[in-house]
Protein backbone atom coordinates (compact mmCIF):
# COMPACT_ATOMS: atom_id res chain seq x y z
CA UNK A 1 0.00 0.00 0.00
CA UNK A 2 1.66 3.19 -1.20
CA UNK A 3 0.80 6.07 1.01
CA UNK A 4 1.11 9.73 -0.94
CA UNK A 5 1.40 13.21 0.25
CA UNK A 6 1.61 15.70 -2.28
CA UNK A 7 2.75 19.20 -1.24
CA UNK A 8 0.51 22.12 -2.59
CA UNK A 9 2.61 25.16 -1.34
CA UNK A 10 4.07 28.18 -3.22
CA UNK A 11 7.02 27.69 -0.69
CA UNK A 12 8.07 24.19 -1.55
CA UNK A 13 10.56 22.42 0.48
CA UNK A 14 10.79 25.86 2.85
CA UNK A 15 6.68 25.63 3.68
CA UNK A 16 4.52 25.37 6.55
CA UNK A 17 3.32 22.45 4.71
CA UNK A 18 6.53 20.67 4.70
CA UNK A 19 6.83 21.05 8.61
CA UNK A 20 3.17 19.62 9.27
CA UNK A 21 3.69 16.27 6.94
CA UNK A 22 7.01 15.92 8.51
CA UNK A 23 5.39 15.93 12.20
CA UNK A 24 2.46 13.71 10.81
CA UNK A 25 4.99 11.29 9.08
CA UNK A 26 6.73 10.44 12.50
CA UNK A 27 3.21 9.55 13.97
CA UNK A 28 2.94 7.58 11.11
CA UNK A 29 5.89 5.49 11.16
CA UNK A 30 5.68 5.35 14.59
CA UNK A 31 2.69 2.86 14.16
CA UNK A 32 3.42 1.56 10.55
CA UNK A 33 7.85 1.55 9.55
CA UNK A 34 6.59 -1.10 6.40
CA UNK A 35 4.61 1.58 4.45
CA UNK A 36 5.69 2.98 1.26
CA UNK A 37 5.25 6.58 1.57
CA UNK A 38 5.99 8.98 -0.92
CA UNK A 39 6.20 13.06 -0.80
CA UNK A 40 6.20 15.43 -4.15
CA UNK A 41 5.82 18.74 -4.64
CA UNK A 42 3.76 20.57 -6.69
CA UNK A 43 6.04 23.96 -7.05
CA UNK A 44 7.43 23.82 -10.58
CA UNK A 45 5.43 23.84 -14.10
CA UNK A 46 7.41 20.94 -15.15
CA UNK A 47 6.54 18.18 -12.06
CA UNK A 48 3.04 18.42 -13.20
CA UNK A 49 3.41 14.65 -14.94
CA UNK A 50 5.67 13.47 -11.85
CA UNK A 51 3.13 14.08 -9.65
CA UNK A 52 0.27 12.95 -12.43
CA UNK A 53 2.23 9.73 -11.88
CA UNK A 54 2.92 9.95 -8.18
CA UNK A 55 -1.22 10.30 -7.88
CA UNK A 56 -2.00 7.24 -10.54
CA UNK A 57 0.42 4.73 -8.65
CA UNK A 58 -0.52 5.70 -5.31
CA UNK A 59 -3.61 3.73 -3.30
CA UNK A 60 -3.98 6.69 -0.63
CA UNK A 61 -2.94 10.19 -1.29
CA UNK A 62 -3.29 13.55 1.12
CA UNK A 63 -2.94 16.80 -0.73
CA UNK A 64 -1.87 19.35 1.68
CA UNK A 65 -1.97 23.26 1.14
CA UNK A 66 -2.02 26.58 1.93
CA UNK A 67 -5.26 29.14 1.74
CA UNK A 68 -3.96 31.76 0.47
CA UNK A 69 -6.12 35.07 0.82
CA UNK A 70 -9.49 32.74 1.18
CA UNK A 71 -8.17 30.79 -1.88
CA UNK A 72 -6.19 27.94 -2.74
CA UNK A 73 -3.05 28.50 -4.62
CA UNK A 74 -3.83 28.18 -8.52
CA UNK A 75 -0.80 25.51 -9.42
CA UNK A 76 -3.24 22.97 -6.69
CA UNK A 77 -6.44 24.37 -8.71
CA UNK A 78 -4.33 23.83 -11.66
CA UNK A 79 -3.45 20.05 -10.54
CA UNK A 80 -6.98 19.07 -9.99
CA UNK A 81 -8.15 19.98 -13.70
CA UNK A 82 -5.59 17.25 -14.56
CA UNK A 83 -6.63 14.09 -11.94
CA UNK A 84 -7.90 11.75 -13.89
CA UNK A 85 -11.62 9.82 -12.95
CA UNK A 86 -11.47 6.79 -10.72
CA UNK A 87 -11.34 3.40 -12.61
CA UNK A 88 -14.21 1.67 -11.33
CA UNK A 89 -12.82 -1.31 -10.50
CA UNK A 90 -9.86 0.10 -8.20
CA UNK A 91 -10.07 2.06 -5.23
CA UNK A 92 -8.42 4.89 -4.36
CA UNK A 93 -8.89 7.18 -1.04
CA UNK A 94 -8.06 10.77 -1.08
CA UNK A 95 -7.61 13.46 1.79
CA UNK A 96 -6.60 16.70 2.37
CA UNK A 97 -4.96 18.93 4.65
CA UNK A 98 -6.07 23.07 4.87
CA UNK A 99 -3.59 24.90 6.68
CA UNK A 100 -3.64 28.99 6.92
CA UNK A 101 -2.43 31.92 8.59
CA UNK A 102 -6.36 32.73 9.86
CA UNK A 103 -7.07 31.98 12.98
CA UNK A 104 -10.53 30.96 12.52
CA UNK A 105 -11.58 28.16 10.68
CA UNK A 106 -14.54 29.86 9.03
CA UNK A 107 -11.75 31.01 5.97
CA UNK A 108 -11.60 27.21 4.98
CA UNK A 109 -14.61 25.63 5.52
CA UNK A 110 -16.44 26.49 2.26
CA UNK A 111 -13.13 24.85 0.55
CA UNK A 112 -13.53 21.65 2.54
CA UNK A 113 -16.92 21.33 0.81
CA UNK A 114 -15.12 21.84 -2.76
CA UNK A 115 -12.57 19.14 -2.02
CA UNK A 116 -15.44 16.54 -1.21
CA UNK A 117 -17.84 17.21 -3.85
CA UNK A 118 -14.52 17.35 -6.35
CA UNK A 119 -13.68 13.76 -4.63
CA UNK A 120 -16.73 12.81 -5.53
CA UNK A 121 -17.06 13.80 -9.00
CA UNK A 122 -13.67 12.35 -9.60
CA UNK A 123 -15.07 8.84 -8.56
CA UNK A 124 -12.68 8.42 -4.92
CA UNK A 125 -12.92 7.37 -1.19
CA UNK A 126 -13.14 11.14 0.30
CA UNK A 127 -11.04 10.47 3.51
CA UNK A 128 -11.96 13.94 4.77
CA UNK A 129 -10.45 17.77 4.70
CA UNK A 130 -8.10 18.57 7.97
CA UNK A 131 -8.22 22.45 8.56
CA UNK A 132 -5.94 24.47 10.86
CA UNK A 133 -5.71 27.78 11.09
CA UNK A 134 -3.03 29.85 12.92
CA UNK A 135 -0.13 28.36 11.03
CA UNK A 136 1.88 31.22 9.29
CA UNK A 137 4.86 32.18 11.45
CA UNK A 138 5.64 28.53 13.19
CA UNK A 139 9.47 28.60 11.51
CA UNK A 140 9.91 31.74 14.45
CA UNK A 141 8.10 30.39 16.95
CA UNK A 142 9.97 28.67 20.12
CA UNK A 143 8.71 25.09 20.41
CA UNK A 144 6.84 26.09 23.98
CA UNK A 145 4.30 28.01 21.01
CA UNK A 146 4.09 25.09 18.69
CA UNK A 147 4.61 21.69 20.49
CA UNK A 148 0.64 21.41 21.07
CA UNK A 149 0.39 22.05 17.13
CA UNK A 150 2.79 19.39 15.96
CA UNK A 151 1.83 16.77 18.69
CA UNK A 152 -1.34 16.95 17.45
CA UNK A 153 0.05 15.97 13.47
CA UNK A 154 1.75 13.39 15.04
CA UNK A 155 -1.21 12.01 16.67
CA UNK A 156 -3.16 12.66 13.33
CA UNK A 157 -0.60 10.23 12.12
CA UNK A 158 -0.60 7.69 14.39
CA UNK A 159 -4.44 7.46 13.93
CA UNK A 160 -3.93 7.32 10.16
CA UNK A 161 -1.46 4.65 9.91
CA UNK A 162 -3.67 2.05 12.44
CA UNK A 163 -6.66 3.13 10.82
CA UNK A 164 -6.42 4.47 7.25
CA UNK A 165 -8.32 7.79 7.77
CA UNK A 166 -8.46 10.93 9.66
CA UNK A 167 -9.51 10.69 13.45
CA UNK A 168 -12.63 12.85 13.74
CA UNK A 169 -11.38 13.73 17.14
CA UNK A 170 -8.71 15.73 16.11
CA UNK A 171 -9.68 17.06 12.93
CA UNK A 172 -11.92 18.76 15.36
CA UNK A 173 -9.19 19.82 17.73
CA UNK A 174 -7.43 21.08 15.13
CA UNK A 175 -9.86 22.91 13.40
CA UNK A 176 -11.01 24.54 16.64
CA UNK A 177 -14.02 27.03 16.70
CA UNK A 178 -15.43 28.28 12.85
CA UNK A 179 -15.16 32.71 14.70
CA UNK A 180 -13.42 34.26 16.81
CA UNK A 181 -15.28 35.08 20.31
CA UNK A 182 -15.66 38.83 21.23
CA UNK A 183 -13.42 38.23 23.74
CA UNK A 184 -10.94 36.89 21.37
CA UNK A 185 -11.30 39.59 18.88
CA UNK A 186 -10.98 42.39 21.53
CA UNK A 187 -7.36 40.88 22.61
CA UNK A 188 -6.44 40.37 19.13
CA UNK A 189 -7.05 44.24 18.59
CA UNK A 190 -4.92 44.72 21.40
CA UNK A 191 -1.96 43.11 20.40
CA UNK A 192 -2.10 44.15 17.20
CA UNK A 193 -1.33 47.62 18.76
CA UNK A 194 1.78 46.53 20.20
CA UNK A 195 2.72 45.30 16.47
CA UNK A 196 3.60 41.56 17.26
CA UNK A 197 1.19 40.23 14.72
CA UNK A 198 2.79 42.14 11.73
CA UNK A 199 6.18 41.15 12.93
CA UNK A 200 6.64 38.51 10.44
CA UNK A 201 5.40 40.28 7.40
CA UNK A 202 7.32 42.80 8.27
CA UNK A 203 10.35 41.24 8.35
CA UNK A 204 10.39 40.05 5.05
CA UNK A 205 8.96 43.27 3.56
CA UNK A 206 12.67 44.67 4.93
CA UNK A 207 14.54 41.68 3.18
CA UNK A 208 13.13 41.91 0.12
CA UNK A 209 13.74 45.82 0.06
CA UNK A 210 9.66 46.32 0.24
CA UNK A 211 9.23 47.79 3.80
CA UNK A 212 8.91 51.41 2.89
CA UNK A 213 6.11 50.64 0.08
CA UNK A 214 3.78 48.10 2.20
CA UNK A 215 1.25 50.75 2.30
CA UNK A 216 1.32 51.56 -1.99
CA UNK A 217 -2.22 51.78 -3.61
CA UNK A 218 -1.22 51.36 -6.84
CA UNK A 219 -5.13 50.29 -8.50
CA UNK A 220 -6.26 53.64 -6.64
CA UNK A 221 -7.43 55.96 -9.13
CA UNK A 222 -5.51 59.31 -8.94
Known amino acids: MTLAIINGSPRGQKSNSKILTEHFLKGYRSKNNQGNVVTSYLVGKEKMQENLEVFK ?50 HSVYLGRYLKKLTQRLGYNYLGTVIKGGVEGIQVMPASMTRKLFDSFRSLGEYYAENGSFSEAIKEKLQGSLRMSKAQQIGFKIVGLTGLPNFYWNSNLKKNGAYQRRNDKPYVAK
Open 57 to 106: QSEQVIIIFPLYTDCMPGMVKEFFEHLPKNNAESRKDLGFIVQSGFPEAI
